[in-house]
């Protein structure tokens, strides 16, 4: 594998507060915030210095276990791959490191938040042909879609995407492969150097993908339960299980990586453990285990899971995973107080959390129609939409609409009146993200504080 260097266009930036990735080309700025590992990553690309070395440096300064540091490492260069190329001949060529330039403001920078979303969710459409008890989107059942894919519009969009350095795609829906064109669009994104992952229920006609960046594709598919009556149960079909099974057939010796993800309810608790099984023997990636939620006008008690329940499931299913060498991610939902907001990042120490909701932080959710959201349980409701990328394009949506940002980064002005007015750890709660479809249904409206945030919860038992 060559050695990389970054591109001339772009620069690291000291600023008062945190380190930037900087292109001072474009009319317009484009930054991307660092954290002290990425940039100090970043600032060893000479064209020479090996990944190895690089990461034997981030292991010594941040005294980091050598594993993390070469994970971190190839997530940098994989975020900022559009940034790189391979150097060739001659000295080695560090890249620019620079102060902020004085007179510039930093305007709305966010600790997290960059000058372009990391991945972009392109929803193609609010129909599918299962009938799901759990849809949380409640999506229109059809058997074939109405209208086809705009593939031109499409791939503009992922020549803009390419210049701002995003660095994935996801394409669901409803359900994305209905359409005959979602194999023609998966091609354009991997062609374009993009990660691309599918979300699906149907079968996915491999026969036709293009052979460029094969590897960047990830797909994930549902499947409840290995009883085919129960998975017909769930769907609302009767060919869900075997559109799963022809799938996977079609996957094995493919080489491309693929999430098997179940929804899990009181009915179908007890395919769990054949299912990590399953999923072990099938050369999946990972299971993910997700607990029904309701969603916003669409409740089925039959699927609630009492808390004990759901404690045996997450004790059950870790220990199992552990014991069959099998990668499994439950999904669970925690209960009111619960300090989640508050727990670290995987594999990061107790001061970097976790992103709760990465809506407007790292993702920018597209509608079929170019319409952008804030929420992705509730990408059809009116209340959530806000600009279009169609008309405006990616950087003009992401940085400049106040419609988009009023949601995405609410000022404190919104909450004014509320404990979140003087919370001083308001802007962190911008980084970690905020659950709009929540705050839909407490206060009717898009703004609000966090009922399950322990801050809140805090300062209510006070009163």
């Known amino acids: 594998?060559?050695?990389?260097?970054?591109?001339?266009?772009?620069?690291?930036?000291?600023t008062p507060c945190e380190w930037?990735?900087?292109?001072?080309?474009?009319?317009?700025?484009?930054?991307?915030?660092?954290?002290?590992?990425?940039?100090?990553?970043?600032?060893s690309l000479d064209g020479r210095t090996s990944r190895q070395d690089i990461a034997a440096q981030l292991a010594t300064t941040f005294k980091l276990r050598e594993p993390l540091a070469r994970v971190i490492v190839d997530e940098t260069f994989s975020r900022f791959r559009h940034c790189l190329v391979a150097a060739g001949d001659g000295p080695p060529?560090?890249?620019?490191?620079?102060?902020?330039?004085?007179?510039?403001?930093?305007?709305?920078?966010?600790?997290?938040?960059?000058?372009?979303?990391?991945?972009?969710?392109l929803i193609l459409t609010d129909q599918c042909n299962r009938a799901c008890r759990y849809c949380y989107m409640n999506a229109k059942h059809v058997e074939t879609p109405a209208d086809g894919?705009?593939?031109?519009?499409?791939?503009?969009?992922?020549?803009?995407?390419?210049?701002?350095?995003?660095?994935?795609?996801?394409?669901?829906?409803?359900?994305?492969?209905l359409f005959p064109e979602s194999v023609d669009l998966v091609n354009v994104l991997l062609e374009r150097g993009f990660d691309v992952r599918v979300t699906t229920k149907n079968r996915f006609d491999l026969d036709r993908l293009t052979k460029v960046n094969r590897h960047n594709l990830h797909l994930e598919f549902s499947l409840d339960s290995l009883d085919p009556v129960q998975v017909s149960h769930f769907t609302g079909s009767d060919s869900a299980f075997a559109d799963a099974m022809a799938l996977l057939e079609g996957l094995r010796g493919s080489g491309i990586p693929f999430i098997i993800k179940m929804v899990v309810g009181r009915p179908n608790l007890s395919a769990v453990r054949p299912l990590i099984g399953f999923a072990k023997s099938c050369g999946a990636a990972a299971l993910n285990i997700i607990e029904y939620e309701p969603s916003f006008g669409r409740k089925d008690d039959h699927l609630l899971l009492t808390d004990a329940e759901r404690a045996a499931l997450r004790a059950g299913a870790i220990a199992l995973a552990e014991e069959v060498g099998q990668k499994v991610e439950p999904i669970l939902r925690d209960g009111i107080g619960t300090d989640y907001r508050w727990q670290p990042a995987p594999g990061r120490d107790e001061s970097t959390?976790?992103?709760?909701?990465?809506?407007?932080?790292?993702?920018?959710?597209?509608?079929?129609?170019?319409?952008v959201t804030c929420c992705i349980s509730l990408p059809m409701y009116r209340q959530v939409r806000a600009d279009n990328v169609f008309e405006r394009g990616i950087y003009a949506v992401w940085n400049e609409s106040s419609a988009y940002l009023g949601l995405a980064n609410p000022g404190r002005d919104s909450m004014a009146g509320t404990s979140c007015e003087t919370c001083d750890d308001f802007e962190y709660c911008n980084w970690t993200g905020r659950?709009?479809?929540?705050?839909?249904?407490?206060?009717?409206?898009?703004?609000?504080?966090?009922?399950?945030?322990?801050?809140?919860?805090?300062?209510?038992?006070?009163?």
């Open 20 to 43: 930037l990735l900087c292109d001072f080309s474009h009319e317009r700025l484009l930054w991307f915030s660092l954290a002290p590992e990425n940039a100090l990553a970043l600032a």
């Open 353 to 371: 959390p976790g992103v709760y909701c990465d809506q407007g932080i790292r993702t920018l959710t597209v509608l079929p129609n170019g319409d």
């Open 149 to 177: 894919l705009d593939i031109a519009r499409l791939a503009a969009l992922a020549d803009e995407a390419a210049t701002l350095a995003v660095q994935s795609f996801v394409l669901t829906g409803g359900e994305p492969m």
């Open 93 to 121: 060529e560090p890249p620019r490191l620079l102060d902020w330039p004085e007179g510039l403001g930093l305007g709305r920078l966010g600790l997290a938040r960059g000058a372009a979303p990391a991945q972009i969710s």
């Open 1 to 14: 594998m060559p050695e990389l260097k970054l591109t001339r266009h772009w620069a690291i930036v000291k």
């Open 435 to 463: 659950c709009q479809m929540k705050t839909l249904q407490w206060y009717g409206g898009m703004i609000g504080p966090d009922r399950e945030c322990a801050r809140y919860v805090e300062n209510r038992t006070a009163r």
